[in-house]
């Protein structure tokens, strides 16, 4: 039987770091897709935004932070997907995230989940997890990530996309 | 690479249905993965159950941790059945269940969930991680999902997926 959880490709940042991670041209021959990002930014806003065939528009989520003393709920519209670990957080330190995307190449709007954790052995580091929505019926056919506050990737920063078949 | 994350069975829902069954699971697989998906149509329904093996008895009980309005835990013991989550309203939702060590007959079963239910309005959104757990010793041979707490069934275009994962 074939292996039904697939590379399809993988980024990794060089030096000078990156504005932006993205996966181009994704064959729609796959059922799921699944993103693992190993990430540090070169800013302190640690918060990585998904973007969908280049569109940053029709994000909704619902997030349940944990922060190491508190534990919070949060729903906005907007897109978010993953952590990141802050340039001021310990260094060599990378946040973490793995992000499933169910039914990518359907005519339903897109759902996603995600957990992202930026353990950092400071006073505070995060752990979310996410349920994300794209009110889009377009198959998606890339996916890219930016840094907030216009921040860049730093090198070594990695994103690894799997595609899934259910047959 | 060998073939480590294998679909077993898949159904889509060309009607509605009020309950999806995958059965003669084989005992090759170190774990299972189960992951269900509800479109944006259904604009109402029902929540998710698991039961395995056809044991209807009050052999269940779950656990959750939940972001909605606010942060929240609660848990259910001596159910007939594990409930999946996320709410009522279905539409867009992604429950992903991995069941460990399923075919083992020495231990109760395991599961680790996270469930999802997706709306346009971020505040109507809800995310959950779940625990569930059946008391039992015999290996899952069949998983029954089923819609609880409501009358209305799964709609059309609902999918129900189910993998194996080996270990090396």
Same mark, same amino acid.
């Given at each position: 039987?074939?292996?039904?959880?697939?590379?399809?490709?993988?980024?990794?940042?060089?030096?000078?770091?990156?504005?932006?991670?993205?996966?181009?041209?994704?064959?729609?021959?796959?059922?799921?897709?699944?993103?693992?990002?190993?990430?540090?930014?070169?800013?302190?806003?640690?918060?990585?935004?998904?973007? =969908?065939?280049?569109?940053? !528009?029709?994000?909704?989520?619902?997030?349940?932070?944990?922060?190491?003393?508190?534990?919070?709920?949060?729903?906005?519209?907007?897109?978010?997907?993953?952590?990141?670990?802050?340039?001021?957080?310990?260094?060599?330190?990378?946040?973490?995230?793995?992000?499933?995307?169910?039914? *990518?190449?359907?005519?339903?709007?897109?759902?996603?989940?995600?957990?992202?954790?930026?353990?950092?052995?400071?006073?505070?580091?995060?752990?979310?997890?996410?349920?994300?929505?794209?009110?889009? /019926?377009?198959?998606?056919?890339?996916?890219?990530?930016?840094?907030?506050?216009?921040?860049?990737?730093?090198?070594?920063?990695?994103?690894?996309?799997?595609?899934?078949?259910?047959? | 690479? &060998?073939?480590?994350?294998? &679909?077993?069975?898949?159904?889509?829902?060309?009607?509605?249905?009020?309950?999806?069954?995958? /059965?003669?699971? !084989?005992?090759?697989?170190?774990?299972?993965?189960?992951?269900? /998906? =509800?479109?944006?149509?259904?604009?109402?329904?029902?929540?998710?159950?698991?039961?395995?093996?056809?044991?209807?008895?009050?052999?269940?009980?779950?656990? =959750?941790?939940?972001? *909605?309005?606010?942060?929240?835990?609660?848990? /259910?013991?001596?159910?007939?059945?594990?409930?999946?989550?996320?709410?009522?309203?279905?539409?867009?939702?992604?429950?992903?269940?991995?069941?460990?060590?399923?075919?083992?007959?020495?231990?109760?079963?395991?599961?680790?969930?996270?469930?999802?239910?997706?709306? &346009?309005?971020?505040?109507?959104?809800?995310?959950?991680?779940?625990?569930?757990?059946?008391?039992?010793?015999?290996?899952?041979?069949?998983?029954?999902?089923?819609?609880?707490?409501?009358?209305?069934?799964?709609? !059309?275009?609902?999918?129900?997926?189910? *993998?194996?994962?080996?270990?090396?």
């Amino acid at each position: 039987m074939a292996n039904t959880f697939v590379a399809i490709a993988t980024v990794t940042v060089g030096s000078g770091g990156a504005a932006n991670i993205e996966f181009t041209s994704i064959p729609a021959t796959y059922t799921d897709l699944v993103i693992l990002i190993s990430a540090r930014s070169t800013g302190a806003d640690p918060n990585i935004m998904i973007r =969908f065939n280049s569109s940053s !528009s029709n994000f909704s989520q619902k997030r349940l932070v944990g922060d190491g003393s508190s534990a919070a709920s949060y729903g906005t519209y907007g897109e978010w997907s993953a952590w990141a670990s802050a340039s001021t957080d310990t260094a060599s330190t990378f946040g973490n995230s793995l992000i499933y995307i169910s039914n *990518y190449g359907s005519s339903n709007y897109k759902s996603l989940s995600s957990d992202a954790v930026s353990e950092n052995n400071g006073t505070t580091a995060y752990m979310t997890l996410g349920a994300e929505l794209w009110s889009n /019926t377009a198959a998606i056919t890339s996916v890219s990530f930016v840094m907030g506050s216009s921040n860049n990737f730093s090198q070594h920063s990695t994103a690894t996309l799997y595609g899934i078949k259910n047959s | 690479m &060998p073939a480590t994350y294998e &679909p077993i069975a898949t159904t889509t829902l060309g009607s509605a249905q009020s309950s999806v069954s995958f /059965t003669s699971i !084989s005992g090759s697989y170190t774990d299972l993965v189960l992951v269900q /998906t =509800f479109p944006n149509s259904q604009t109402t329904g029902p929540y998710t159950s698991i039961q395995f093996n056809s044991d209807t008895g009050s052999n269940y009980s779950w656990t =959750f941790l939940t972001g *909605y309005t606010n942060a929240e835990s609660n848990r /259910t013991s001596n159910a007939s059945y594990i409930r999946m989550g996320v709410s009522s309203y279905l539409a867009n939702a992604i429950c992903i269940t991995n069941i460990m060590n399923y075919s083992n007959t020495t231990t109760y079963k395991t599961v680790v969930g996270r469930n999802n239910f997706g709306a &346009p309005s971020g505040s109507m959104q809800e995310t959950q991680a779940q625990v569930g757990l059946w008391r039992s010793t015999s290996a899952i041979t069949s998983i029954t999902i089923s819609r609880v707490l409501s009358s209305t069934d799964f709609v !059309s275009g609902s999918t129900f997926t189910l *993998y194996g994962i080996k270990a090396a």
